[in-house]
Each structure stands twice: as C-alpha cells, then as structure tokens.
C-alpha cells in the first residue's frame, strides 16, 4: 500500500505535464476557430506546402539517422571493446557536451560554418577556395547528426556491453572469422539496441525546427517550422496542433516498433 | 521590434525534442521567473505588464516599484502573434501591453481593450502629435493605446563589400532583386515584412488584400529566394556587423547599436542605412490596457510613468528604439536629434505606411502564400 503512495506524485506529473498538454493538442488539433469539431486541421498535411515539407523532414531524418547508425556502431563496438577503465572515459567524455544546451552548440555550429566562420578562415588561411556551407540541406544534416549521435550510441553501447564474451569466444572456437561473427553475433544480438538508436534519433530529427532555422537560415522549410510558425507567427494554433497530430502518427508508428524488437527495454539509452 | 534570440532560443529548446509540447505558451512562461497567477486576486499593489523582449531599461521598472510602492510582474514576449491569444484567452490577465499598430487595431476591432482614462496619463502631452496622429490609423479616437517607440524599415549596406562586388548602394526596395546580390542578401523571416518589401517594390500597398497584387508579390519573393543568403530576424543585426552579407533588411531601432559596435571593433568597412524610396514600413509601439486587466489605475500610472521625459529618454537610451516623447527628444544631444538613421526627416516618409490588419481570412491567405514562398 505504502509504495503506491509513493507513486502518487509521479502520476500528478504526468497528468498535470504529459496528458493534460496532449489532451489539449488533441482538442486544438480537431476543432476550428469556433470550437466546432473539423478534421480540416488534420487533413490540411495534404496540402501541396505541407507534404513537400514532410517529406522533406522524413528524407533529412533518414540520411541523418543512416549516417548516426554508421558513425555509431564502430564506435560503440570499440568502446565496448576497450573494457570498463578507458571505455567509460571515452564514454564521459562523449557525453559531455550533452551538458551544455543543445542550442548553444547548435549556435556554435553556426559560427563554424558562416561564411567568415571558422572554417572557411582556416580555409582561406591555406589558400584553398572557401566553402558556402551555412544555409544548406547539408549545413542541417550535420546539425541533427552532431546533436542526436549521443542518442544513437549509448544504446548500442549498452547493449553491447551485455553481450558475454563467452558467446563470441564460441563463435570463434567453431570457426568464425570476424566477419561472421560480425554479422551473424553481434549484429543479431544488438538489434534491441539499434533500433531504440534508431528511433531515437529519427523523431526528434523529424521535428526538429530549431536546427533548421538556425543551419538552415530559415530558407529549408521542415514540417517541424511549419508548425512552430503556425503557434509562434500565425496565431493559428488549431492548425499548428493539427499538424502535430499527424507527426504523433509516426512516434506511435516507433513506438510501436521499439516494442516489437526491445521487449525487454535492453536498448534503453541509460 | 524585437533583440532577443536567446529568450526565443531557452524557451524554444524544451519544445524541440517533443514538439507536441506547445511553442507559444514556452515563450511566454519561460521569458520571466514569476508568471501571473491565472486567478490572482484583484490587489491594487500588483501591476502584470507584458512587453517585448529588451524593450525597457530594467532601471526603470526599479524606479517605478519604489516610487509607487506597486509590484511590477514583468513577462516578455517575442512576436505580436505570439501575444495575441494569450491575452484572448484571458487565461492570464494583464495590466498592460505593449503591441505593434496592425495588433492593436486587431485586438480595437475585436473588443479585448479598455479604454485609457487619459486624466490619469496627464504625461501623454508630452508625445508628439504627429505621432497621435500617426496612431490614429489603427486606434481612429486615440482612446485604447499611448505610443511607446516607433521606427521604419529599411536596407542596411555594407560600403565595401558592395565596392567588390561592383554594385551601387541600393536606394530602393528593387535593388533587392539584383542577381550580383546572389547569397549577399538577408530578409526578415517574417510574413508582413518580407511581403511589405515585394509589395511596396511592385508600388503596391504594403496593406494590399488584392488578390493578384499578392499573387506578383509571391511570385517575386520566390524569384529572389535564390539570391537570398537566409531568412533571419535578430540575426541581420549581428551578420551585418560580422561582414557575412552586403544588404540586409533590418529595423532601423537597430542603427545607434550597430553605429557604435562598427566603431568600437575598428572594423574596416560601414555600415549605411536607407530609406527606400518606394516607401517601407512606418511602424509604431504602444501600451494598450487589455480590457480584463485587473488593476487599470496601476496600469495608467505605468504608462504615465513611461511618459515622463526623463524616463523616456532612460528607455531610449536603453533600446536605442525612436522614442515619440517630444520631452525626452528636447532632451537628446543635438547630434544624436540630427542621425538621419534613427530620426528621419518627414520628408523622407512620405511614402511610407503603417501597417493594418487585414482580418483573420487575409491574414490567412498571407501566411499560405508565405508557405509557398518558403517552401519553394
């Protein structure tokens, strides 16, 4: 009895913080400007704007998470490798910058990137031709895979890290080589990881607007913009949570697949 | 209108990883520490302002606490449309507000406003008819709003890298449009204003709800994109002073700031502001009382407060915004009552308009066409 008291103040939390707000972007998303109900909100994702801006969103969210997955593994294969005393201060120091605010860095990356940024003035110092690399599909790319990377790896890592050395020792004692092993071992073994990797970085990647303002220079419009404008420029906040409905479609949608592969939560991230 | 990224940045960051939490009501409760108690009793102590980011010398919201005894809750926000239905909600009330002149005319016509008992703003004789006037093309009897800070809209230019480029200084909105400008260009990242600049480029009303006149304005805006560097609105500001672009669209409020910032760095280019001819935005600022406040005296005795010379010129000096206290004015150095950039002569404003709102089915058109443009 006395450990459900105890319970009491997180259930006050999440009605107060988690269902409350969602309630409300359900009814904001599915009335109009009268309170009347309408699915117009909902519906107007198929517009020509709306849709290039998904799937512009979906397609910068593929190839950042594809290029986090392949950043990713190699690295957290060697961290698990290099054992508990050097690992976890490769492990430190990778989660490190996850203290500092994810939009001071992403500002930083900004002043790398401009066009009498950081890079360019080392470029300019080595004579070699500078680069017009701020306010590019790139530029936000690179934005998403420098901030959501930590996100791919420590579930992969912690799964890895649960992999008995007995087992691969047995791969190779039956005549594995490291390719195999690879593929046949380690990979099968670690899908729960990677796949809560994956969905880690893929949603927030799908509704990111701040790195595409600030990388992009508001000129590359993600969905992501079009609902932050919809609440911050537009006063249309019915059609803003609308919208936000429909990006709720592909959480559930990993949800849902997280479920179906981390049964037993093993990719959790921490 | 507004300076602060970094309030929009620290209250946007919490909706980036679940962007189901809401953007617009993050701006309002993380910009100050203490949020209006949604119920708060009706104290006569109490004053809730809501004002834009950067926009007063925190000096004076002091001053007035001791000279009244009254405790001033001070919110901030970033955008008009941001403000707006918070105060329509009526979920919090506050006692004064500080909005732009087509909001103004929004919130009139749609009977959120009380209106000012001007007995107790005896100070108001000290702002300059010509801007009472002015702000009677939003508020047409003076009675809701006291003009705050006005100003324009027009091209910043950077004299030498325009010289590399082998382009003339742009004297006109139309020179935005010149194909050596390529990625040398930043606009403001804002509906009305980006509009405003095709509009009035085209000799259109900057208010124009014609159909076919906003379809070429479009259509030039998607033409231009290509040789536009980014749409940004604080950030021209600072681009401008790091030499990253050769033009930029910019509110003039910013010019004293940057004068000085090109001055002390020593940089080896400057900095040029200019009216276009084909006229800009001609905007105004001013305190309105929403008509739910709570405490309307303690809000009338704030405005007349900020009407007082002295305090006016403290705020100028502060936000380097124009200030239309005719006091405060008298009492600038002569030098500074004579930069064209921050007080331009009459004559260079003849074609130049104040913004009005258009109604919520313009408005819409407007924010979908924007969306073409953006995502083109």
Not at chain 2, 54 to 59: A, C, H, L, N, V
Not at chain 2, 109 to 128: K, R, Y
Not at chain 2, 182 to 195: N, P
Request: aromatic fraction near 10%.
């Amino acid at each position: 009895m006395s450990k459900k008291i105890l319970a009491a103040p997180y259930l006050l939390w999440m009605a107060g913080f988690i269902i409350i707000p969602l309630a409300l972007i359900v009814y904001y998303g599915l009335t109009d400007k009268n309170g009347a109900f309408t699915i117009a909100n909902v519906a107007s994702i198929g517009t020509p704007e709306h849709v290039k801006a998904l799937w512009l969103s979906l397609w910068l969210s593929l190839v950042s998470t594809a290029i986090c997955l392949v950043l990713a593994y190699p690295l957290a294969m060697i961290l698990r490798n290099r054992g508990i005393g050097r690992g976890s201060f490769i492990v430190f120091i990778f989660i490190l910058p996850m203290w500092m605010n994810f939009l001071l860095r992403t500002m930083a990356w900004q002043t790398l990137l401009e066009k009498n940024g950081v890079i360019n003035g080392i470029l300019s110092l080595l004579h070699l031709p500078t680069q017009s690399l701020i306010n590019t599909a790139g530029a936000i790319i690179l934005g998403m895979v420098y901030n959501f990377l930590p996100f791919m790896v420590l579930p992969i890592y912690n799964v890895l890290c649960k992999i008995d050395d007995d087992t691969i020792n047995a791969a190779r004692d039956l005549g594995a080589n490291s390719v195999q092993t690879l593929l046949r071992i380690w990979f099968p073994l670690s899908v729960p990881g990677v796949i809560s990797g994956i969905t880690m970085v893929f949603v927030p990647a799908l509704t990111t607007f701040v790195i595409s303002n600030l990388l992009g220079g508001s000129k590359i419009l993600l969905i992501g913009n079009v609902i932050e404008q919809e609440f911050t420029r537009g006063s249309n906040w019915h059609l803003g949570s609308g919208l936000s409905l429909v990006l709720m479609v592909f959480i559930l949608i990993s949800m849902a697949v997280i479920a179906k592969y981390d049964k037993n939560g093993e990719g959790s991230a921490f | 209108m507004k300076k602060n990224l970094v309030l929009y940045a620290l209250a946007t960051v919490a909706a980036t990883f679940f962007l189901s939490a809401c953007g617009g009501s993050a701006g309002g409760e993380a910009s100050s520490a203490a949020g209006p108690e949604p119920d708060g009793a009706g104290s006569s102590d109490e004053l809730y302002v809501y004002n834009w980011g950067e926009y007063i010398d925190e000096e004076v919201i002091t001053r007035f606490e001791e000279e009244t005894g009254i405790r001033v809750v001070y919110d901030l926000f970033e955008t008009n449309e941001e403000m707006y239905p918070i105060i329509e909600a009526g979920a919090v009330t506050y006692d004064v507000v500080c909005p732009s002149d087509y909001m103004i005319q929004k919130m009139i016509e749609n009977d959120l406003l009380a209106e000012i008992n001007f007995e107790n703003v005896p100070n108001v004789d000290q702002i300059d008819p010509a801007y009472m006037e002015m702000a009677q093309s939003f508020d047409p009897d003076n009675k809701y709003s006291v003009p705050y800070c006005w100003g324009t809209v027009g091209i910043l230019y950077n004299t030498k890298r325009l010289e590399e480029l082998g382009v003339a200084p742009p004297a006109k909105w139309a020179d935005l449009w010149d194909e050596k400008l390529s990625g040398e260009i930043l606009m403001q990242d804002s509906v009305r204003d980006a509009f405003m600049v095709a509009l009035k480029k085209d000799g259109f009303s900057m208010n124009s709800t014609d159909e076919d006149e906003l379809q070429k304005a479009k259509q030039d805006l998607i033409d231009q994109k290509p040789l536009v560097q980014a749409y940004v609105i604080d950030q021209v500001r600072d681009k401008m002073i790091g030499g990253e672009a050769a033009v930029g669209v910019i509110y003039s409020g910013e010019m004293l700031y940057i004068q000085e910032e090109v001055a002390n760095l020593g940089l080896d280019y400057t900095l040029e502001y200019v009216l276009p001819e084909e006229g800009t935005n001609l905007w105004l600022d001013s305190w309105v009382i929403p008509k739910n406040a709570k405490n309307k005296e303690n809000a009338e005795k704030w405005i007349d407060f900020l009407c007082r010379p002295e305090i006016a010129k403290a705020n100028f000096e502060y936000i380097t915004y124009p200030t239309p206290n005719k006091g405060a004015f008298d009492l600038l150095d002569e030098e500074l009552q004579n930069n064209q950039s921050v007080f331009p002569d009459t004559e260079s404003l003849v074609n130049c308009e104040v913004f009005r709102y258009l109604g919520d089915e313009v408005d819409g058109i407007y924010n979908d066409l924007w969306k073409e443009v953006k995502s083109n």
